[in-house]
């Protein structure tokens, strides 16, 4: 069967990124999905690409953080109640953290503010 076949919902279950181990564990600041330091690094944020974090690591330390409370793993984000009360019915299958807690760069917000887009995390 081609990709081409598969009702949408399925695809983007096929490409859900979780956490690859228990442990270092960080949500992204802006959509809240769990993955390690390493994932972020080795595929960035599959919701937020524009924050470009492969293969950079100060960007991943700057654009996630390890300050996060509770998960949800969400396999069909548009029609999960969780996911409309997270605010992550618009992204991709994943698991998110239900509270993240940090602050962007100056820069990085400015840059989200121009794009229109809200972020998740709040300051401690």
Request: one cysteine or more.
């Given at each position: 069967?081609?990709?081409?076949?598969?009702?949408?919902?399925?695809?983007?279950?096929?490409?859900?990124?979780?956490?690859?181990?228990?442990?270092?564990?960080?949500?992204?600041?802006?959509?809240?999905?769990l993955?390690?330091?390493?994932?972020?690094?080795?595929?960035?944020?599959?919701?937020?690409?524009?924050?470009?974090?492969?293969?950079?690591?100060?960007?991943?330390?700057?654009?996630?953080?390890?300050?996060?409370?509770?998960?949800?793993?969400?396999?069909?984000?548009?029609?999960?109640?969780?996911?409309?009360?997270?605010?992550?019915?618009?992204?991709l299958?994943?698991?998110?953290?239900?509270?993240?807690?940090?602050?962007?760069?100056?820069?990085?917000?400015?840059?989200?503010?121009?794009?229109?887009?809200?972020?998740r995390?709040?300051?401690?």
């Amino acid at each position: 069967m081609d990709d081409e076949e598969l009702p949408q919902n399925v695809a983007d279950l096929a490409q859900a990124s979780v956490p690859s181990a228990i442990r270092g564990i960080r949500a992204c600041k802006r959509c809240g999905i769990l993955k390690t330091l390493d994932q972020f690094v080795d595929d960035g944020c599959e919701n937020c690409p524009f924050l470009e974090m492969v293969d950079d690591p100060e960007k991943v330390n700057a654009c996630t953080t390890a300050f996060y409370e509770g998960q949800a793993a969400v396999m069909d984000p548009r029609e999960s109640w969780v996911a409309k009360w997270l605010r992550v019915d618009n992204y991709l299958p994943g698991c998110y953290a239900i509270t993240v807690t940090g602050q962007f760069d100056k820069e990085i917000e400015e840059e989200l503010e121009n794009r229109g887009c809200r972020w998740r995390c709040r300051p401690a």
